[in-house]
Each structure stands twice: as structure tokens, then as C-alpha cells.
């Protein structure tokens, strides 16, 4: 500042007096404020300063109180304890430790809806699951099992010769399936992925065969063979109806075949049937409204056809011995 007044100062002095007085105070004022600056560095300085030598005598005197408590004590510093480690107790198992037979029971009752016919199903399928894992606790029971039990169904011989097919592997594998669904979702057990486990696949056969052609019609030449067995030609006693003979009554087994050629019902629809006939309004019917909702269909009345009152059905059904 002195430096650029003293390069300036003629023309300073050339400046009217007004000007030269307002130049003069701003110069004081500036001059003030670096004087303070100035100031204001020494002094922050000088506190650094002091604060480092505070900071280090602070530290010094720790360090010989420290080291004066540790000789008091012998030379062992006192250790903080321990902090102790706070571990999640681990929860109490929920599995289900009984033997997986003794659910049985509960499954069924937690499934109002099921038919006589599939809780027969699945009674089997119960019985042939255990032959394979036998009676093992719930909670036992892996993934492992399920997946023999497949591979035993895969390789079940067939009362019909060969292998069971895919659909009735399918069955047996879904219901063990669903069963420990149902303890899952009970919270019996935890699911262990026992719904990944699939039946085999379909044989290059199966997959060709349609289900028109499982389901057919029988064939001219098969109804031929059927109605002139001995049950229809003449059979050699109650007991013996498969051998020809003489008797000729007809028997429930007569009047059951017939009804199921003629009708197209079902054999386990036949076989629940009630043995007296509906009346509908002078038409005697089969009645068949408490069966045959296996696959949805509504219940129905099977009015008695023509060729079945001709063969004397109708007289049979008044004696209650035709399907009984």
C-alpha cells in the first residue's frame, strides 16, 4: 500500500482537495482493515500455538500417570472385561416328531369332501409309500423318499402285464404329494421341495396313444364273445358261471353287464346305484344323482331302454334282485 502511494503521490496531490479528502479516508479505512487481518492472523497463530502445547503437555502427562498406575499395579494394565456375545437362541424345532401313519387320519378329516372310492386311493397309496420308507417320523421324511417311491412306481409290475402306466404313477405320486402339502401347510413340517419330485415321463408309446383310443367302444367280435359266455349261453351253477352248463337264471352279473352295455355308465356309477328304480312321472330311471360327479358332470336319471324291459329287467327290479 505504501509502495502504491508513494508511486502515485504526484498525482495524488494534483487531485482537487474534495477528492483528495475522500481518497484519504478510504485509504484509512483500508488500512484499518488490513491492520485487523493482520492482527487476527497473529492472534490465531499465537491460540494454535498454544493449543498444540496444551495438547502435548496433556498427552505427556497422561502417559507418565499411565505409566505410573501400571507400576503400581505391578506392571499389568488393567484389561477391559469382555465384552459378551450376544448369540440368537436358536427357536424350538415345530416339525412334527410322530410316526407320518398317525396324520393320516387328521388328512382325511381336514378333507371332508373326498369319496369312499379315493380315500380307498389313497389307502393304498399310503400302504405302498410305507413299504418304501417305512413309518418314520413326519420330520424325517426327505425328499429323497419321495423320489424312491417314484422310482418304485416307475418299476411296479401291472396287473394288466407290463409296467404301471403314467397316469396311475401320477395318481399315487400326487397323493403322497398333496398329503405332505397338507402337512406343510399345517405347520407339521417345513417344506423341503417334496412338490419337485415328478413321476416319469410318458413312454413314446403313451404319448402316440390318444385317450379316445384307452376309452373306445368295444368292438363287434368282443360283444360277440362276451354275450355267448356261459353267463349268457348257460352256465354250470351259481358258483361256477364261467363253465358252460345248463342253468339259465339270470343273476346280477347278467343284469349288470347288460345295464352297462346299454347305458354307458360307469361301473362304479352301477355299482352305487340304489336297487329300486326312480319313478319320473311313469318312466322307471336309474338313479344316478348320489354318484358319477367324478369328473363333474351333473347327476342324472338313466331312463330303462327299451332292450332292457324286452329281456324282463323291469320284473327283475320289482323282486329288488337285479343289481343287489
Same mark, same amino acid.
Given at each position: 500500500m505504501k509502495a502504491?502511494? @508513494?508511486? @502515485?503521490a504526484s498525482e495524488i496531490e494534483a487531485m482537487p482537495e474534495n477528492v483528495k479528502k475522500h481518497f484519504s479516508d478510504w485509504l484509512n479505512v483500508v488500512m484499518q482493515r488490513k491492520t485487523q487481518e493482520a492482527q487476527d492472523v497473529r492472534e490465531s497463530a499465537d491460540m494454535t500455538a498454544t493449543l498444540a502445547d496444551m495438547w502435548k503437555q496433556a498427552k505427556q502427562q497422561g502417559m507418565l500417570e499411565g505409566m505410573e498406575k501400571a507400576i503400581s499395579l505391578g506392571g499389568l494394565a488393567p484389561q477391559t472385561p469382555? +465384552? /459378551?456375545s450376544i448369540l440368537p437362541t436358536p427357536s424350538a424345532s415345530t416339525d412334527c416328531s410322530e410316526p407320518w401313519t398317525n396324520l393320516i387320519e387328521r388328512f382325511h378329516d381336514d378333507n371332508p369332501g373326498q369319496t369312499e372310492k379315493t380315500r380307498v386311493s389313497y389307502r393304498i397309496t399310503f400302504t405302498q409309500f410305507q413299504e418304501i420308507v417305512g413309518n418314520k417320523a413326519l420330520n424325517l421324511l426327505t425328499k429323497q423318499d +419321495? *423320489?424312491?417311491?417314484?422310482?418304485?412306481? *416307475? &418299476? *411296479? /409290475?401291472?396287473? =394288466? !402285464? !407290463?409296467?404301471? !402306466? @403314467?397316469g396311475t404313477i401320477v395318481r399315487h405320486l400326487g397323493e403322497v404329494k398333496f398329503f405332505l402339502k397338507w402337512c406343510v401347510q399345517s405347520g407339521l413340517i417345513e417344506d423341503k421341495g417334496f412338490a419337485d419330485v415328478k413321476a416319469r415321463a410318458k413312454t413314446q408309446k403313451e404319448k402316440l396313444t390318444r385317450q379316445e383310443e384307452v376309452r373306445r367302444a368295444f368292438t363287434n367280435d368282443e360283444l360277440k364273445q362276451i354275450f355267448n359266455s356261459p353267463l349268457f349261453s348257460g352256465y354250470h351253477s351259481k358258483h361256477f358261471k364261467s363253465r358252460p352248463g345248463h342253468q339259465t337264471k339270470r343273476l346280477t352279473d347278467f343284469w349288470f353287464i347288460c345295464v352297462l352295455a346299454l347305458t354307458g355308465a360307469r361301473i362304479g356309477e352301477i355299482s352305487d346305484?340304489?336297487? *329300486?328304480?326312480?319313478?319320473?312321472?311313469g318312466i322307471p330311471c336309474l338313479d344316478l344323482r348320489q354318484t358319477g360327479t367324478k369328473t !363333474? &358332470? &351333473? /347327476? =342324472?336319471l338313466i331312463p330303462i331302454l327299451p332292450e332292457l324291459r324286452k329281456i324282463g329287467f323291469l320284473q327283475g327290479t320289482s323282486n329288488n334282485c337285479v343289481l343287489r
Open positions: 502504491f502511494v @508513494h508511486e @502515485h469382555p +465384552i /459378551p +419321495i *423320489k424312491a417311491y417314484a422310482d418304485w412306481l *416307475k &418299476n *411296479k /409290475p401291472s396287473l =394288466r !402285464g !407290463g409296467t404301471l !402306466g @403314467h346305484v340304489p336297487a *329300486k328304480l326312480y319313478d319320473l312321472e !363333474g &358332470n &351333473n /347327476p =342324472r
